[in-house]
Each structure stands twice: as C-alpha cells, then as structure tokens.
C-alpha cells in the first residue's frame, strides 16, 4: 500500500505530465458528456509521447495494486476512445485478457458492442482516463453486465467531479481516481502552469455540477 507521500508525488508527477506535453487547454468545449467546459484536459494525446506515456500507464498500475487489487478482477475493459490504448498496455501488464465496449453495436461482421472475449462470471475492472458524469462509463457497465459480467470498479486518471463519482455508486460501481480535479487545479497553480483566472475557472467549472 502506497504511503500518503507516495500518492502526493504520484499526483505531482501526473501534473508535471500534463503541463509537458501540454494536455491542459482553456476555452469552450464540448464533453463526451454532452456537456460545455471551459477547460479540457486532452489525455487522448498521452501516447504520441512515450515517455509520458510510460509513466502515465505506471501511474493507472499502482492505483489499481493499491486501489483495487489485482486478485479483485479477471479482464480489463477499456472505454473509448481514450480508455484503450491504456486499458491494452495495462492488461498485458497484469496478464489479464484486455476488452473493450464500443459506443454502439457496429453495424457490420458479429455486430458486436464488446470486443473480445467475456465469460459471464468474469469480474471486468473498467478503465478510462477522466471521468465527468460517468456517461460512458455505465454505458460499458450495463453492456458487460448484459452479457454475464460483473462490473464492481472502475478506475480513471481525473476525476472532474462534476457527479460521475455518484452517478457510478448508484450503479453500485466504485470509482478509483488517482486525482480530483480539484487537487490538479491546486497543484497546477501552485507550480505555476496556470494562473490565478484559470485556477478560478476550474473550480467553478467543478461548483457548477
């Protein structure tokens, strides 16, 4: 079990990530979630930088040893599209079968909404890399749970807190997040990668949910 310095440098290492390879924007955007944010945190482009990357997945494999235990699930569900290629690395890490939901059944060959294999009994960890609402995330919930498997966790970089985390309880799924975004906006400001309006948008942005 990591020790409460060890996860405060795992957060400080994930800011410094963010503001290296520039993650962080501010501006109006639209979420998966469907709803409009003055700041995105673009973590789909963490693995156009290997290093990042590397130290990003070593990040999601210490929260889930301390977090969720890797005795605690089968398989490893990856949510798109951000999700995957994390979800992929992970699961070869563990050895454990990797998996994913799509968005929609697609409309061609097995017509499918999950790729890979699923055995009903299968306990499947769910991994994305934020979480918002939680939209996406009890989408591939009830998808897994159609076909046999049991969905108990779920496990995420950033927490944006703005009701995923109690959305998914009520779906009796926990959410293991390595930050709030709350805590990233503190120690986004306290190392200077943003100033003091942007540390205020963020926290407004999280009040507003």
Do not use: W
């Not at 999700?83 to 079968?97: C, E, L, W």
């Not at 990797?98 to 909404?113: I, N």
């Not at 109690?166 to 805590?183: D, R, T, V, Y």
């Not at 963020?202 to 009040?207: E, F, P, T």
Request: glycine share 8%.
């Amino acid at each position: 079990m990591s020790s409460s310095k060890e996860i405060e440098d795992m957060k400080a290492e994930f800011c410094k990530i963010l503001n290296k390879i520039g993650a962080i924007e501010f501006g109006i955007f639209r979420l998966t979630s469907g709803k409009v944010s003055p700041y995105y945190i673009d973590l789909r482009i963490v693995p156009s930088f290997p290093d990042a990357f590397q130290k990003t997945c070593n990040l999601y494999i210490k929260l889930i040893e301390d977090g969720v235990g890797e005795e605690n699930f089968e398989r490893i569900a990856g949510i798109p599209t951000a999700g995957i290629s994390f979800a992929s690395v992970i699961a070869y890490h563990f050895r454990k079968p990797f998996l994913y939901v799509r968005r929609e059944v697609k409309p061609h060959g097995r017509q499918r909404k999950i790729e890979g294999i699923l055995m009903p009994g299968d306990r499947i960890l769910l991994l994305d890399d934020l979480v918002t609402t939680g939209k996406s995330l009890i989408s591939a919930a009830k998808a897994i749970r159609a076909e046999g498997g049991i969905v108990e966790n779920a496990v995420v970089l950033l927490d944006r807190e703005e009701g995923g985390r109690e959305n998914l309880e009520k779906e009796g799924i926990k959410l293991h997040a390595l930050m709030k975004a709350s805590e990233a906006a503190d120690k986004l400001y306290e190392i200077g990668v943003i100033d003091e309006e942007q540390y205020k948008t963020i926290l407004k942005q999280i009040r507003k949910k």
